[in-house]
Nanobody, 126 residues
Framework: QVQLVESGGGTVQAGGSLRLSCTAS????????VSWFRQPPGKEREFVSA????????YYADSVKGRFTISRDSAKKTVYLQMNGLKPEDTAVYYC???????????????????WGQGTQVTVSS
């Protein structure tokens, strides 16, 4: 069973950058799809990005394509979300999630993931 620990959130001005980290403890990400979701204030949780194990093609929400990059460092048991060109509408609590055996259509749905981190706050000021 993998446990997820996020870090890297903070407050930045619009146009700035942050890099979020999701580190596995009690195991590794071997075989897991790891994704990022976010929950803006007063809104429902939404999919941001995903990286399937053994598949180098990442998945992104349209709202973050071209600005966010997901990557993995297996040696460090860490998945990153590099966020550039941040906008006030990116303000949210960001969560990483992981699970095995997800088909592509399931990647976008938080309910299909069994493992979640505690969340990290990202605030983008205008």
């Amino acid at each position: 069973q993998v446990q997820l620990v996020e870090s890297g959130g903070g407050t930045v001005q619009a146009g700035g950058s942050l890099r979020l980290s999701c580190t596995a403890s009690g195991g590794s990400f071997s075989g897991y799809t790891v994704s990022w979701f976010r929950q803006p204030p007063g809104k429902e949780r939404e999919f941001v990005s995903a990286l399937k194990w053994g598949n180098s093609n990442p998945y992104y929400a349209d709202s973050v394509k071209g600005r966010f990059t997901i990557s993995r460092d297996s040696a460090k048991k860490t998945v990153y979300l590099q966020m550039n060109g941040l906008k006030p509408e990116d303000t949210a609590v960001y969560y990483c999630a992981a699970d095995r055996g997800l088909i592509t259509s399931s990647l976008y749905i938080g309910g299909h993931y069994d493992y979640w981190g505690q969340g990290t706050q990202v605030t983008v000021s205008s």
